[in-house]
Nanobody, 125 residues
Framework: QVQLVESGGGLVQAGGSLRLSCAAS????????MAWFRQAPGKEREIVTA????????YYADSVKGRFTISRDNAKNTVYLEMNSLKPDDTAVYYC??????????????????WGQGTQVTVSS
């Protein structure tokens, strides 16, 4: 079992930055692919970014490439999402997710085994 707790969300102006953290319980964190999804009101949950257990593989949605960076610290059981140049379209609840097995595919939420409760990110124009 893995429990995930997100933090770091909030209200920021367009062009600003936020750093989200996801703290995981359990001794097997380093074996999991970790990802960030987001869900805006009235929209489906979508993949933002993912990172393999070693950090050697990453994936970014086209909409966040060059602006967001995912990283992980297996010693601290934590994955991070650095978000820069934020836009109003980035407004959503951001969820941390974990899965065992192959890194790809990463875009389908149903392939992830564990989820955090979500943290709200609001970008004002």
């Amino acid at each position: 079992q893995v429990q995930l707790v997100e933090s770091g969300g909030g209200l920021v102006q367009a062009g600003g930055s936020l750093r989200l953290s996801c703290a995981a319980s359990g001794r097997t964190f380093s074996t999991y692919t970790m990802a960030w999804f987001r869900q805006a009101p009235g929209k489906e949950r979508e993949i933002v970014t993912a990172i393999s257990w070693s950090g050697g593989n990453t994936y970014y949605a086209d909409s966040v490439k060059g602006r967001f960076t995912i990283s992980r610290d297996n010693a601290k059981n934590t994955v991070y999402l650095e978000m820069n140049s934020l836009k109003p379209d980035d407004t959503a609840v951001y969820y941390c997710a974990a899965k065992l097995g192959r890194f790809r595919p990463v875009g389908e939420p149903t392939t992830f085994d564990y989820w955090g409760q979500g943290t709200q990110v609001t970008v004002s124009s």
